[in-house]
């Protein structure tokens, strides 16, 4: 995590760093998710679900991107709800 509490930086495919602001986070089944998106506040970005996917053993929290469309799908709705009813969380 980054000094901003409401940002992480993560490696994408490529394996370049990007940050990325923290929207929601929730647990579910056992497992943490977070909603992050690629923009400030007030601008168009697109919205990524990540997964905690460390070890008790580890120090920091490591997050990968949900590639599992099912589980995608799941935990988009639920952050939708987290959100609000005026919220839509579109997923690719």
Known sequence: MTEDTNKIAINDEEG???ELFVLEATKINGANYILTTDAAEDEDGECYILKDVSKPEDTDAIFQFV???DELNY???????LMGEDTEVVLE
């Open 75 to 81: 935990v988009g709705k639920i952050f939708a709800e």
């Open 67 to 69: 590639e599992n469309e």
């Open 16 to 18: 370049n760093e990007i």
